[in-house]
């Protein structure tokens, strides 16, 4: 069983997440009478050699020190070497790592190939790879350089998420829970009803929870497709998380994103904005995901890294606040006030 939902207008129709049995159907998504060429990693090429061997491929390194303008410089050179010019159309197979590389050189090179994502990590299917943002990092900052283009379709299949790693399926797992506490409780409710075993052991469980988390990211990018406005809300608990991630190569992404977020619904409630029960709800969920939900990293060197978050804007930034569970607000705070957010934190 499948289910298909558009997210944004890309280039010529709305970009297709499909949810369900997809993998062995690749061929049915991608244009005919056009090159393709896969980007992938060799592990995800060694899981699925045998569809990604009908098509010309190339391999990037594996994790986040991979996702680089060298890397894309890269994969310039092999797509001039494959021979691929404007009609050739690419394809991300792999995690989040993968698809932000594939989309930001599809975006770029010859001025734009029309693209689509394989995403085999529950990472790469609820956030990575929706919503049309590609990008790479600079410096040790997450994403600095990017695009803003949708791909054709994501091919979210559960079936591939059984070979993913216990770790990387709860980093996962936080990207789903921040959807709920952006825009749906029922999804938040979700993960205080069920434990991380059932998740794991029940696919339509999960399939459910991929399905809503998507809708939340898709209803917000069809409203702000290039984040001028509404789409900040996405980043709630990002700002800690980049940070986190300047600051240290201990923790996954989601796993950031959980500590980050709790930090937030923290601030949150000291603010007024959330009660101190919403507050802790938040943090049990984290725990019984199995993700962590503090860092032994100093608090001023956080708050001086976030400060060259990419979003800031002169000498503030915009920080996503809940307003209890299924809600949130964006509130810029200047350099000063953040400052001061030091004080409410400890």
Same mark, same amino acid.
């Given at each position: ?60 390194? @594996? #994790? *986040? ?12 050179? +092999?797509?001039?070497? =494959?021979?691929? $010019? ?119 469980? @999960? #399939? *459910? ?12 990018? +069809?409203?702000?497709? =290039?984040?001028? $406005? ?117």
């Amino acid at each position: 069983m499948k289910q298909v939902i558009e997210v944004g207008r890309g280039a010529d129709a709305p970009s297709r997440v499909v949810i369900g049995d997809a993998i062995n159907s690749l061929e049915n998504y991608l244009p005919s009478g056009r090159k393709v060429v896969i980007v992938t990693d060799p592990n995800v090429h060694r899981l699925y050699k045998e569809i990604i061997n009908r098509y010309d491929y190339c391999l990037i390194g @594996l #994790g *986040e020190p991979n996702k680089t303008l060298g890397t894309a410089g890269k994969l310039y050179g +092999e797509l001039l070497a =494959r021979g691929a $010019d404007r009609s050739t159309f690419l394809v991300g197979f792999g995690g989040g790592i993968v698809t932000d590389v594939t989309g930001f050189v599809a975006s770029t090179y010859m001025r734009g190939l029309r693209f689509g994502f394989v995403a085999t990590t529950l990472l790469a299917q609820v956030d990575a790879s929706v919503g049309g943002k590609n990008g790479v990092n600079y410096e040790g900052y997450k994403n600095m350089v990017g695009t803003f283009n949708q791909p054709d379709f994501v091919l979210c299949d559960p079936a591939m998420l059984d070979t993913l790693p216990e770790r990387e399926f709860r980093a996962g797992l936080a990207e789903i829970v921040k959807a709920g506490l952006i825009a749906d409780r029922e999804l938040f409710g979700l993960f205080e009803s069920h434990s991380l075993e059932e998740f794991r052991r029940d696919r339509a469980l @999960l #399939g *459910e929870a991929v399905m809503r988390a998507v809708k939340v990211k898709a209803h917000i990018v +069809e409203r702000d497709e =290039r984040e001028s $406005d509404e789409r900040r809300k996405l980043n709630l608990g990002h700002t800690f998380a980049h940070a986190i991630e300047k600051c240290s190569r201990d923790f996954l992404h989601g796993e950031a994103v959980a500590i980050g977020t709790v930090m937030i619904a923290r601030l949150s409630e000291r603010l007024g904005t959330v009660t101190a029960e919403e507050a802790a709800r938040v943090r049990s969920v984290f725990e019984g995901m199995g993700l962590p939900v503090a860092t032994g990293i100093e608090l001023p060197r956080l708050i001086a890294a976030l400060k060259h978050d990419k979003k800031k804007e002169a000498r503030s930034v915009a920080f996503v606040l809940m307003r209890g569970i299924g809600d949130c607000e964006i509130r810029p705070m200047t350099f000063d006030e953040i400052d001061r957010t030091a004080d409410l934190l400890k």
